[in-house]
C-alpha cells in the first residue's frame, strides 16, 4: 500500500566519505587521483563535504606504511581537526582494540564529542594487518579472538560513556569502579557517540546485533549486502530488539556516459601497482580463511576487487548519475542506511556529488516512499 502523508516515512539514506589521511589515495593504482593526505587538503573537503549533503566522514587508521599507504596520520587526532573545521560533519574515527585501552578512548571521545559540539564517533576495527601488532609488541590473536576482544571493548567504551562506577570483569578488559566526567554531550536521540564496526564474517555479523551501533560491510552487490542485513537482524532479533542500521562501501566513478565510466575503471585496474595489490592479497587471505565457514574480509576478493582494498568496485556505483542514483536507492531498499564513498579526485567529486548526484538519489527516494517500495525498517 502506497504511503500517506500520516505514515512514519523512512529516513533518507545518508553518505559518509573516507577521508583520504593515508598517503596513495582509495585505490592502490599509479592512475592520477587528484588528492592529498595532509591537513589543509582535508579541512577544505570536509567543508565541501558538509556543504554537498554529506553527514559523516570516516578517518582511516594505519600505524606503518603498507601496500601502496606510504604516509599516514593517526585517525582520532585528524578526526578532531576535522570536526574543529567544520560546523555539522559527524567524523568517525577508526581504532583497534589491542593498540587502545577502552577507558583512554572513552575519555578522549568525550573530549572531542565536547569539543565539536555532539560530532565524534568510532569504528571499531578488530585488524587484519598482523604486521603493524608484532612491531608494536602486541600480541595477535586468532580471528573469533579478534572479534571477541572488540565486543568487549565496545561494551567497556558504552559503559564508561553512560554509567558510573562503571565496572567490567573480562578476559580483555578489567576495569573497576570507574567514573568519566564530563561524559559525552547529551545529543537528542543518541545515548552517546555512534559506535560503528566492521567486519563480513559470521563473527562480526554476530557481534553487531549484540553491541554495535552500525554495522559497516565491504563492497557488495545487492544479495551480498540483504544476505549481512538479514544475519546482523537476526542477531539483534535474538539480543533484545536492537536498532542496528547498515553502512555500505562503494567506490563511486560518475560520468556522462556509463561508457567513460566504466573505461576509468578498467585504467584503473590496468595501471593498478601489481606488487603492493599481491602483497595486501597475500596479508588479508587470512581473513576470510581462518573462519570456519569462510565468511571473513575478502574471502571472495578477485584481483580486481583488492585494487580498491575495501571491495568498492563489488557495489557497482559506476555509471552516468542517474544510474548511480537509481543503484543506491536500490541498496536502500535493501537494508543501507548509510554509504560510505570513495573517490578519485575527492575535491571536484564529493561537490560533483552534491550537485549531480544527490538530488536525483532524494527524487528516487521519494518517488519510491510514494509507491510503498520504501517503508521504514521493521514496518
Known amino acids: 500500500m502506497p504511503a500517506t502523508s500520516n505514515d512514519v516515512q523512512p529516513d533518507p539514506v545518508k553518505f559518509a566519505y573516507w577521508v583520504p589521511n593515508v598517503s596513495g589515495g582509495l585505490v592502490t593504482s599509479d592512475i592520477e587521483q587528484r588528492t592529498d593526505w595532509g591537513y589543509a587538503y582535508n579541512t577544505k573537503l570536509a567543508q565541501t563535504a558538509e556543504n554537498s549533503g554529506f553527514e559523516y566522514a570516516l578517518s582511516q587508521v594505519r600505524y606503518m606504511a603498507s601496500y601502496g599507504a606510504e604516509f599516514q596520520h593517526e585517525s582520532t587526532s585528524f578526526s578532531l581537526g576535522l570536526l574543529l573545521a567544520t560546523e555539522r560533519l559527524k567524523v568517525i574515527a577508526a581504532v583497534h582494540p589491542g593498540l587502545w585501552h577502552p577507558g583512554v578512548l572513552a575519555k578522549l571521545g568525550a573530549t572531542a564529542d565536547h569539543m565539536s559540539g555532539g560530532r565524534f564517533a568510532v569504528n ?3 585488524g587484519w594487518f598482523k604486521g603493524e601488532f608484532t612491531a608494536l609488541g602486541e600480541h595477535w590473536l586468532d580471528h573469533d579472538e579478534r572479534y571477541r576482544r572488540s565486543e568487549e571493548f565496545i561494551r567497556a567504551l558504552r559503559g564508561i560513556w553512560t554509567e558510573d562506577d562503571f565496572t567490567l570483569a573480562g578476559d580483555f578488559y578489567r576495569i573497576r569502579d570507574f567514573t568519566l566526567k564530563p561524559k559525552p554531550v547529551d545529543v537528542p536521540g543518541r545515548a552517546h557517540p555512534e559506535i560503528f564496526q566492521g567486519g563480513n564474517s559470521t563473527a562480526a555479523r554476530a557481534m553487531a546485533g549484540r553491541v554495535s551501533d552500525w554495522y559497516f560491510s565491504n563492497g557488495k ?6 544476505e549481512q542485513v538479514h544475519d546482523v ?21 560518475v560520468r556522462d556516459t556509463e561508457k567513460e565510466a566504466r573505461e576509468t575503471l578498467r585504467e584503473v585496474v590496468a595501471k593498478s601497482n601489481k606488487p603492493a595489490v599481491e602483497g595486501f592479497r597475500e596479508a588479508v587471505k587470512s ?11 575478502w574471502a571472495d576478493s578477485s584481483y580486481e576487487d583488492l585494487v580498491q582494498y575495501n571491495d568498492g568496485f563489488k557495489t557497482g556505483l559506476i555509471g552516468t548519475a542517474e544510474q548511480v542514483a537509481e543503484r ?13 564513498l570513495g573517490y578519485l579526485h575527492f575535491q571536484e567529486e564529493v561537490e560533483q556529488f552534491g550537485t549531480t548526484v544527490l538530488p536525483l538519489v532524494r527524487e528516487i527516494e521519494a518517488e519510491a516512499i510514494r509507491t510503498g517500495e520504501l517503508t521504514p525498517a521493521g514496518a
Do not use: C, P, W
Open 233 to 253: 537482524r537476526r542477531s539483534a532479533a535474538e539480543h533484545g530488539g536492537r536498532d542496528v542500521r547498515f553502512g555500505l562501501n562503494g567506490f563511486m566513478i
Open 328 to 340: 543506491i536507492v536500490e541498496y536502500k531498499k535493501r537494508g543501507a542506511d548509510l554509504m560510505l
Open 287 to 297: 581473513a576470510g580463511q581462518s573462519t570456519a565457514d569462510k565468511k571473513g574480509m
Open 124 to 126: 571499531v576495527v578488530s
Open 221 to 226: 552487490d545487492y544479495d551480498g549486502l540483504a
